[in-house]
């Protein structure tokens, strides 16, 4: 126990020729900010791009949202794997999503999963207050989905909303693939 307390004692004498001196630091410091400030300037401009490019693809109607988790109506929540899309072109929209709920009416035999594809519908885009947009899908033709509203926000993140004619709503979240 003593020796302990005398390494303990003479430490920081050891450690002083080892600490630097106040003029090495202030001639860091400068050296650090910029460095910081260029790593920092750099990743804004990489966030920056990719909202462009995002608000570009909303604007132009070619996206595609892949969904990761769903939820139904009735509170069941689930989490999906890779490959449930909902892909916007200005040719026609096209979802393939689970589905899980009621349905009121149905094909005996049908697929259960909310499959659409139509190419005639109205198209509208919203800003956010604190940034990203609010897409509202609504097919012109006959079809069992009402309307599709789409929350995008700026990193690319998106939650989807689909209101059906025949079957409980459901939402989903995910995100926008490039």
Known sequence: MLFFQQACFFIPF??????????????????????????????????????????EGVDSKTFVFEARQASGARG???QLDPGY?????????????PFFGRAYQSTPGADTGLKFDFSEYDYSVKDRKKGGWDVTISPKEQSDVRSV??????????????ISNSKDSMSYSGFIKE
């Open 14 to 55: 050891l450690l002083g020729n080892f600490m630097p001196t106040q003029l090495e630091t202030e001639m860091k410091r400068p050296a650090f900010t910029l460095l910081f400030f260029l790593l920092f300037s750099v990743f804004s401009f990489a966030q920056q791009t990719d909202t462009e490019k995002l608000k």
């Open 76 to 78: 069941r929540m689930i």
């Open 85 to 97: 899309t909902l892909d916007v072109s200005s040719e026609k929209v096209v979802g393939d999503l």
């Open 149 to 162: 509203y789409l929350t995008i926000q700026k990193n690319g993140n998106a939650s989807l909303r689909i």
